[in-house]
């Protein structure tokens, strides 16, 4: 470790995974004597923590690296290093073209090798340029340290846990087979392990976190592979885990036992991230969803029987290759007939790459646009009513993060939705029962009703950027 504490910034873009991964790559660094900033001026080392989902993520990275190049340049001439780091899906699907095109850059460093930058961070010190997008066959996850029990009370009791890595179900708009490559299952051992950690530094509710995160088949405790509701039931075991939950899952891999983790489990929160991208059968088979519109909705009815109270959330995409407004409408009806608590909608965007980039018949970016305003209508529709059902209803709140005002806290209901609540002889890291009174667009308010549930956060939660 250095005398001098260097400071590093991580700017993450698109999903919680890469939230989860930037605490790994601060944690992998801090021994190295690195700690977080949340000013990107005043940080020695600065990763950008890309996403490859959608369109202009490559445009967006090198305009992100036009602005770092000046800061780099003005500590510069103040006598100061700036090592400029690449991360993320981009890093992957680009490697080394980043650097041709953007010479400022020290490090690529795709998702697989982050257990490797220290090293990297050395040999990129000595001699800029380093690129590392490698599929190593060493296990990442073994090789990251845990995070320190202060930077995890920083982080808040509600955090993420990566379960499952990559896909191979590869649906004809996706990069993500392409730049986290193959499905992968960590260890149950390992996971209860760092479960446990977190636990005991005030960690009340874990996300469980994979592309395909249902199709998560790791080695078990008993050295028989275990499934998702194998996992969950175990880290449900764990002291201080009060609640579960779980994203994203492929309908394909939504097994009964899973199910039936829904209607048993009272830590597993009854919310179901179900993606179903359309609701035409057409569509479906030409982007390799491997179901149909009627699996869909089968498969919904029959998760409700086991769990009828339950909050279901979807993406969608509208304007695949060859959509009409048939396709668009029968996507529509399967909104109606699911009725979604909330929802992410995306016009298709060609990712150079994947099969429906070739595609012939890409629709024009005005349908789409207008296909998309009238799928989130409805959408935005069915969530106002269904946040306008809550109201008079009573939840178990764990109030994870500060509130907007003095005295006031926040958290997440069961079914996910923001909660604001006064509380101000209450701490971030207490779960409490909380009356829901109103609602404004983007989230609920309530009061307390009733004695605290459970406070049992080992010292309160700072939760600040950096620690
Ligand atoms: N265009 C638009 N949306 C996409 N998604 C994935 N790839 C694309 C693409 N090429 C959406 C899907 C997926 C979510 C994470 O992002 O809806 O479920
Ligand atoms: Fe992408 Fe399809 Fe895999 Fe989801 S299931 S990560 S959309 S290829």
Not at 394 to 419: C, H, K, M, N, W
Request: with cysteine.
């Amino acid at each position: 470790m250095s005398d001098t504490p260097k400071k590093m910034f991580v700017k993450s873009f698109g999903c919680q995974m890469n939230v989860y991964d930037a605490q790994r790559m601060v944690d992998v660094l801090s021994p190295e004597g690195y700690m977080e900033t949340d000013n990107q001026a005043d940080a020695d080392l600065v990763v950008l923590n890309t996403c490859h989902i959608r369109e202009k993520a490559v445009e967006k990275v090198y305009s992100d690296l036009g602005r770092l190049r000046k800061i780099k340049h003005a500590r510069g001439e103040d006598g100061k290093d700036t090592m400029v780091v690449v991360a993320g899906c981009v890093a992957q699907a680009e490697g080394k073209e980043i650097v041709r095109r953007a010479g400022m850059v020290d490090l690529v460093v795709g998702p697989q090798s982050y257990h490797r930058l220290p090293e990297l961070v050395k040999q990129a010190q000595a001699k800029p340029g380093v690129v590392d997008t490698e599929f190593p066959l060493e296990d990442k996850f073994a090789h990251l340290p845990a995070a320190s029990r202060q930077r995890t009370l920083a982080r808040g009791p509600s955090a993420f846990l990566t379960v499952q890595e990559g896909c191979d179900k590869f649906c004809t708009f996706c990069v993500v087979p392409y730049t986290r490559g193959s499905e992968t299952s960590r260890g149950a051992g390992q996971l209860l392990a760092e479960a446990k950690r977190l636990a005991e530094d005030g960690v009340r509710e874990l996300t469980l976190l994979g592309q395909n995160v249902n199709a998560y088949h790791g080695g078990g405790l008993d050295g028989k592979t275990w499934n998702l509701a194998r996992l969950l039931e175990a880290l449900a075991n764990i002291d201080g885990i009060e609640r579960l939950r779980y994203t994203t899952s492929h309908p394909r891999d939504m097994d009964e036992e899973l199910m039936a983790a829904h209607r048993d489990m009272p830590q597993l929160m009854p919310y179901l991230h179900l993606p179903v991208q359309s609701g035409s059968d057409r569509i479906l088979n030409a982007m390799n969803r491997q179901h149909t519109r009627m699996d869909y909705l089968q498969l919904i009815a029959k998760i409700r029987s086991y769990q009828p109270d339950l909050a279901v959330s979807g993406d969608f995409i509208v304007g695949f290759p060859g959509e009409t407004e048939a396709d668009f409408r029968d996507t529509l009806n399967v909104i109606e007939n699911v009725g979604y608590a909330s929802a992410f909608s995306f016009k298709y965007s060609p990712r150079p790459g994947t099969p429906a980039a070739d595609m012939r018949n890409q629709v024009a970016e005005e349908v789409k646009a207008e296909r998309l305003a009238r799928l989130q209508a409805l959408l935005e529709e069915q969530r106002q009513a269904f946040n306008t059902s809550c109201i008079g209803r009573t939840f178990d709140i764990l109030l994870d993060r500060p509130g907007r005002s003095e005295g006031q806290l926040g958290g997440r209901s069961p079914y996910l939705q923001a909660v604001h609540v006064d509380a101000p002889h209450l701490k971030v890291g207490d779960i409490v029962s909380v009356k829901v009174t109103g609602k404004s667009t983007n989230s609920l308010v309530g009061e307390l009703a009733g004695a605290l549930l459970l406070s049992p956060a080992p010292e309160a939660h700072i939760m600040e950027a950096s620690a």
